[in-house]
């Protein structure tokens, strides 16, 4: 075996977990102060656990309706939306996979130019408009239905099984759309767990689109709830001195709010993460072989 | 040529049908053809549709007659654009930014996967590497509100240096600590992400290379050179070809959710300042078009000159 445990091996792992856990800390320290009372951010008086530990500020986020019906926005839109893009992208990929398919190529070169070349900011918001996406929940699911890269990964993990699982299906008469369903999907499973959550977190993420197309504040995903609360906040940021920001009580109440939102925000990709991660290193990894 | 001439001899034409081979090839996979349509009127829908709004960069836009009749005004808007200080500005900070990134945060998931890889493959280490790939998945609006916490007077960045007896700063509105901030915070969001595309590549590695340069007398970072190096490096200029294909765009996603009006000098980038001249400043759409076209134009050519560059004097494969 090439690697015992030696000196270098433990130097290297001590310095890794070190930097985990700097890379750790903020999302704790921010768990931490929503957990505190107003007084006590403003105190400075949370370093590693609250100092009196208090749930205030969740339940003054719940009491006010706007986050609940966040929640509830960006959970149609995540649901909803990562159903299609797998329906979508999983169909699009598979038929790409097939080298034989007439037109393939043309096809193909025409998503890869995508990625280099667009319309920009104002054909592109013009083009939604005109779709009636405005105000819709759907402007965060259809425009975003298939995602490129995601594409590419699963066309090449297509590419990789075996075709004489296929090839039997065939000659009992099964079509391509039921060999995709009834063969192919249950053996990509490491590909489908990635793309689900790739596709599911990006659904949950997405502010850019809803912050152009949505005005109505009924239909505001909890990312743009999120976004303009931080906004009214950093417009502070940015108009007062320094030396008043340094000193002063600015933005001091809000902190335990802002945490508290924040990790509202992070929960559930927090809660579906862990059991994911397994799957997408060998998706990507397959997946990420040029073919 | 002999082989081609075999199998057209052999492919006989089916006398119940008269249809050409290529319609025939076609209606066999009709199938594939049902499952790949949704794929093609997306992309046709919401990529290839809106490119044709380009020719607003040589119109003048007048709401009321639409793309197609507002007037043509020849180079226009490109001189218009030229002549605006504030797209200078932009297109030197997008330059600096993205030159800044390629400098200082390229590296960075190289070398964590080079020390990720060099350590046994225990418990600990996939804990470890799960922390660092987490940040990945969170959107930039939590993130920079996470970093306004840290950064904000009571924040913890503030309370370290209090700790040290040092007097308070407000990072995000100085211009050269906010830049700082976006290299950092940039590492820290996505080096374990990218690490895990190095690391794909290096698992591809067959071991007993290893063992035969350890059987040689190698030591741990003579095969680390001869042999994970290599692999690395041609990770290494894929991603960079695609890093300089998009050198235009500088992280709008990063900028927009963190920056505000006092480091526009220093953090204003193309992306930024076509949003905030469409939808809050009006200075008029066929502006935005005209610089989003200069940009979409000037990143096509830098990544069929990076590809062209890897490919000839490089050495490497490339796209």
New interface residues.
Partial sequence: MRRGPNLANVFITILLALLSLVALFPFYQTLMMSFSTLNDVGANRIFLYPANFDLAAYKFLFAEGKVTRGLLVSGIVTVAGTAVSLMVTSAGAYALSKKSLPGRGLMFGGILFTLFFNGGLIPYFLTLQKLHLQNSLLVMILPLAVNTFYLILMKNFFQTISPALEESAKIDGANDITILARIVIPVSMPIMATMFLFYAVDRWNEWWLPTIFINDTKLYPLQLVLRNALTNLSASVGNASAEALVRGTQNAYEGSVRGALIMIAVAPILAVYPFVQKYFAQGIMIGSIKG | MSNSVQTALQHKPDPRRSRSP?RN??SK?K??????A???L??L??????????V?AFKE?DYSKG?FGSPWIGFGNFSNVFANPDFLNAFRNTVLISFGRLLIEFPAPILLAL??N???KGK??R??Q??????H???W??I???????F???G?Y??LL?LFGL????V???GPSFTAVLFLSNI?KEA?WSA??Y???I??IN?EL??AA?VDGAN?FQ?MKAITWPVVKSTAAVLLILAV?NIMNGGF?QIF??Y???VYKYSDIL?TL??RS??QDATG?GF??T???L??VI??AL?LAANYFIKTVAKEEGL
């Fill in positions: 290529l090839e076609i996979h199938y594939l053809y049902i499952l790949v949704p794929t093609i997306f992309y829908l919401f990529t290839y549709v809106p490119m044709y709004g380009i607003l836009f793309i020390l990720l060099e350590v046994s600990l280490t804990v470890i799960t922390v660092f790939t987490f940040p998945f969170i959107s609006v939590v920079s509100g996470i970093l306004v916490g840290i904000s007077s009571q913890l503030n309370q209090f007097e308070g700063r407000s995000l509105t100085d820290w374990g895990i595309l690391l794909a590549a698992a591809g071991p290893y063992e350890a741990r095969q294909g996603d959710n963190l505000n009006p006092a992306d076509v949003y469409a939808f759409f935005s078009t610089v989003g076209f940009k979409s990143n096509c990544l």
